[in-house]
Nanobody
Framework: QVQLVESGGGSVQPGGSLRLSCTASGIIFSRYVMGWYRQAPGKQRELVASITAGGSTNYADSVKGRFTISRDNAKNTGYLQMNSLKPEDTDVYYC?????????WGQGTQVTVSS
């Protein structure tokens, strides 16, 4: 059974930082592309950042220079380091792993940026 467990969300003031983690089980994590997505109520889920099995990264323009995606295959875990957070970063964040036609989602973790 495939499971993705996210952690690290919470509330932070503007300018603050959070680190999200996504730990996978039931898959060979190192083979999968991992992505972080976010979704606000009533809006489409959007890609925030992704990292390939080889370590190549991609970021949404809105988070470039502020967020960093990484992975530790030995721990079956991916991370999203979020710095200089803004109120508009407030969303539910989801991790996703993909390998060809296989795609799995985490349960989501709330990130709230507010003064």
């Amino acid at each position: 059974q495939v499971q993705l467990v996210e952690s690290g969300g919470g509330s932070v003031q503007p300018g603050g930082s959070l680190r999200l983690s996504c730990t996978a089980s039931g898959i060979i994590f190192s083979r999968y592309v991992m992505g972080w997505y976010r979704q606000a109520p009533g809006k489409q889920r959007e890609l925030v950042a992704s990292i390939t099995a080889g370590g190549s990264t991609n970021y949404a323009d809105s988070v470039k220079g502020r967020f960093t995606i990484s992975r530790d295959n030995a721990k079956n875990t991916g991370y999203l380091q979020m710095n200089s957070l803004k109120p508009e970063d407030t969303d539910v964040y989801y991790c996703n792993v993909k390998f060809f036609s296989l795609s799995y989602w985490g349960q989501g973790t709330q990130v709230t940026v507010s003064s």
